[in-house]
């Protein structure tokens, strides 16, 4: 028995690599509609790679892949463009409740998608990062007002922390790993951006002192940003 209780324990804490060993496999969100991707190539910009398309151009970037802006290592195999299906539109009239203010869904129906990436967000997952796995012990579930959070989304040529695809929303968790990246990390906002998307930040002391404080300034975010005026 205490055994089989400590077992259990590490797959709560998704620490034990049960959790990892997926019965089926869906490289991008969508719903139970089978869809073929529409794989999309922008003309090349004046000395850019054979094949792919960079904005800014990379130095030594492969041939092949789309980069937009680009990201470090330049993978080979170009950017899908996942298109959901037209019925999927009404999920933009669904709303939920936070703190009696009524939130409108904001999904975003084409998102770019890298499957090169797949692997290594499945890699970033199983890291176990202990910032990343206390604020996902709090969401995951539902346990964040019901909401759906990914983890590790792949979009385009980035992985993103954690994503609300319901409010189209990037949550990134900052700690010193960005350190001396800031000209990195505002070409990839611009570019999450750029695709309609929002993005709000977290930083990792935060996390590990105050996550009452984390959660409570995600709700307000939310409110301010997506909350339906005059409820």
Known sequence: MVKLGGAIRQIHLLESPVVENYITQYPIDGDNVVVKPRFVNSPPLEGCPTGGVVNPP??????????????????TGGVALTTHPQNNASELD????????QI?????LELPYNP???????ELRQARNLPEV???MQVTKGG????????QRVIGNFIVDFYIKKLGLVIEIDGSSHDGKEEYDEQREEYLISLGL??????????????????????????ENYGVLGN
Do not use: S
């Open 116 to 122: 090169n990436l797949k692997q290594r967000a499945k």
């Open 198 to 223: 929002k993005v709000y930040r977290i930083q990792v002391d935060d996390v590990m002192k105050q996550m009452n404080n984390v959660l409570v300034g995600l709700e307000n975010y939310i409110i």
């Open 104 to 108: 409108k869904f904001a999904p975003i």
């Open 94 to 101: 669904q709303t939920l409740m936070i703190n009696q203010t």
């Open 144 to 151: 964040f007002h019901k909401i759906d959070f990914d983890r």
């Open 58 to 75: 990379l130095e030594g970037c492969p041939t092949g892949g789309v980069v937009n802006p680009p990201l470090e290592g330049c993978p």
């Open 134 to 136: 206390l604020f996902w």
